[in-house]
């Protein structure tokens, strides 16, 4: 059995801006730059790289690490994560779903090449859930 740690919070760019709750805050971001006064070039680049740090930000789901059994969490952990335990998971199976896609050019694409479907996931108390290696199959999405 492995353990998952998975991301289990929301990124602030997908949360409403806290000046303009009608905005997420990757929306206020872009309002920002557009505000200022820049060339077009200089414009591009500012945005081109707010859209960069948005699809490289971790995001709810996202397989950030695989334990041994039973090695649970600590510190703060729980305040951002989720441990799902998964039986039937070789901990080293779970390399492939932690690694970072990018494109030829070393630009991340995606902080994670999978996520985990976390809708419906019980969490206990300590922020942990048990599932079966066919009920994490069908819920792993890669991108």
Same mark, same amino acid.
């Given at each position: 059995?492995?353990?998952?740690?998975?991301?289990?919070?929301?990124?602030?760019?997908?949360?409403?801006?806290?000046?303009?709750?009608?905005?997420?805050?990757?929306?206020?971001?872009?309002?920002?730059?557009?505000?200022?006064?820049?060339?077009?070039?200089?414009?591009?680049?500012?945005?081109?790289?707010?859209?960069?740090?948005?699809?490289?930000?971790?995001?709810?789901?996202?397989?950030?690490?695989?334990?041994?059994?039973?090695?649970?969490?600590?510190?703060?952990?729980?305040?951002?994560?989720?441990?799902?335990?998964?039986?039937?998971?070789?901990?080293? $199976?779970? @390399?492939?779903?932690?690694?970072?896609? !990018?494109?030829? #050019?070393?630009?991340? *694409?995606?902080?994670?090449?999978? +996520? %985990? $479907?976390? @809708?419906?996931?019980?969490?206990?108390? !300590?922020?942990? #859930?048990?599932?079966? *290696?066919?009920?994490?199959?069908? +819920? %792993?999405?890669?991108?």
């Amino acid at each position: 059995m492995a353990d998952l740690l998975v991301y289990n919070k929301s990124h602030w760019m997908d949360e409403p801006s806290k000046n303009q709750s009608a905005k997420n805050g990757y929306v206020n971001a872009q309002d920002q730059i557009n505000a200022k006064s820049l060339s077009a070039g200089e414009l591009t680049k500012e945005l081109t790289l707010l859209d960069q740090k948005r699809d490289a930000r971790h995001q709810g789901g996202d397989i950030v690490e695989g334990r041994p059994d039973g090695t649970g969490m600590s510190g703060k952990e729980p305040l951002a994560f989720a441990l799902i335990q998964v039986t039937g998971l070789d901990v080293a $199976d779970v @390399t492939a779903y932690t690694e970072s896609k !990018e494109d030829g #050019a070393g630009v991340i *694409l995606f902080r994670r090449s999978a +996520r %985990l $479907d976390m @809708t419906g996931i019980v969490l206990d108390a !300590e922020q942990t #859930a048990r599932l079966t *290696l066919a009920q994490f199959e069908s +819920r %792993l999405q890669t991108k």
